[in-house]
């Protein structure tokens, strides 16, 4: 990042932690070193992005009630640019297609499919497990491990 753009992210981050509770202890400018340098070769609009998400509690493996670590972050500005890198090159496919006869609107002859060796997001297998536990409850299976109630005399 550039000088100009280290000022911009050091004001977002410091937006971000004024959104959540804070330690009175809390030695604010070492805990922006932390996170600056956590950050440091990321592009500052990956980095914008993923704290507008995580103070609008868009982000499902951070907790909505305190300021994420410096690898949560982390995480999360790794996926604004995989994000935005798709949509570059979504939009960079759409423009350089040739016209399709019959109108109505493009169609994509690929999908987008994830390769064996990509990970998953981190929270994928949690809204996983949380689907299958939802219904199993719609069976009417009830919560694993659940015990009938006790008959009272």
């Keep these: 990042m550039t000088t100009a753009e280290l000022q911009q992210a050091t004001k977002a981050l410091a937006a971000m932690f004024s959104c959540f509770p804070q330690s009175a202890l809390t030695d604010v400018e070492m805990q922006l070193r932390g996170y600056l340098g956590a ?12 704290i507008q998400r995580f103070v609008r509690g868009e982000v499902r493996s951070g907790n909505a009630q305190f300021c994420p670590s410096s690898a949560q972050l982390c995480i999360e500005v790794r996926e604004r640019r995989v994000m935005r890198e798709l949509l570059a090159r979504r939009g960079a496919g759409l423009g350089s297609s040739p016209p399709q006869s019959g109108g109505g609107e493009p169609r994509f002859s690929k999908a987008i499919t994830r390769t064996p060796n990509q990970e998953e997001p981190p929270h994928a297998q949690e809204n996983q497990s949380r689907q299958a536990a939802g219904a199993e409850t719609a069976e009417g299976r009830g919560r694993a491990g659940a015990h009938p109630p006790r008959g009272r005399p």
Excluded: T
């Design 39 to 50: 950050i440091r070769d990321a592009e500052l609009a990956d980095l914008q992005a993923a």
